[in-house]
T-cell receptor, first 110, second 116 residues
């Protein structure tokens, strides 16, 4: 069974640009969550989608948004990038009580 | 709301020694508790979880943890450390049942160093 796939693995963007990250969950998993990981703030929950609906949301500004498609694949978008958005963005697909994480997308904003 | 505190951002042990990583949680409702491990530039791998039932849970790679409700703790142990255990470990909590298992609250992490 394939794991959670995140693309791209690495990304460099300029301040003010926008970026879209992609996550393909494990087959059959309908819940997809996104997390931001930084050295200073640690792992922080961004949002969770279940069957194309946002089910939970963390405390991030509106520049961070997401969506989920009918095949459960999810995208996360960050608009007007700031230097502080540089982080490892992790996607997790969940089934029952377990969350399975992808390898992450390392975003660097310059 | 729930929160997780991991005591000790760095823990160093000798190969073959006991590993003890501490985790305390705060939750207004019964929690689900997890330990994850992260190797450099990798995602998170689930080591073990507590949901209901037996309070002593065994996970992969010889790790185990005990849920102690009275102490609001979920400490991770391994009897004998191996060099390959060197990594960062995260304790996490989610709310039991309902629609919250996709939302994890993590501790700040503990970096485990294993010396030869």
């Amino acid at each position: 069974k394939a794991g959670v796939t995140q693309t791209p693995r690495y990304l460099i963007k300029t301040r003010g640009q926008q970026v879209t990250l992609s996550c393909s969950p494990i087959s059959g998993h309908r819940s997809v969550s996104w997390y931001q990981q930084t050295p200073g703030q640690g792992l922080q929950f961004l949002f969770e989608y279940f069957s194309e609906t946002q089910r939970n949301k963390g405390n991030f500004p509106g520049r961070f948004s997401g969506r989920q498609f009918s095949n459960s694949r999810s995208e996360m978008n960050v608009s007007t990038l700031e230097l502080g958005d540089s982080a490892l963005y992790l996607c997790a697909s969940s089934y029952d009580t377990e969350a399975f994480f992808g390898q992450g997308t390392r975003l660097t904003v310059v | 709301a729930q929160s997780v505190t991991q005591l000790g951002s760095h823990v160093s042990v000798s190969e073959g020694a006991l590993v003890l990583l501490r985790c305390n949680y705060s939750s207004s409702v019964p929690p689900y508790l997890f330990w994850y491990v992260q190797y450099p530039n990798q995602g998170l791998q689930l080591l073990l979880k507590y949901t209901t039932g037996a309070t002593l849970v065994k996970g992969i790679n010889g790790f185990e943890a005990e849920f102690k409700k009275s102490e609001t703790s979920f400490h991770l142990t391994k009897p004998s450390a191996h060099m390959s255990d060197a990594a960062e470990y995260f304790c996490a909590v989610s709310l039991a049942g309902g629609t919250s298992y996709g939302k994890l609250t993590f501790g700040q992490g503990t970096i485990l160093t294993v010396h030869p």
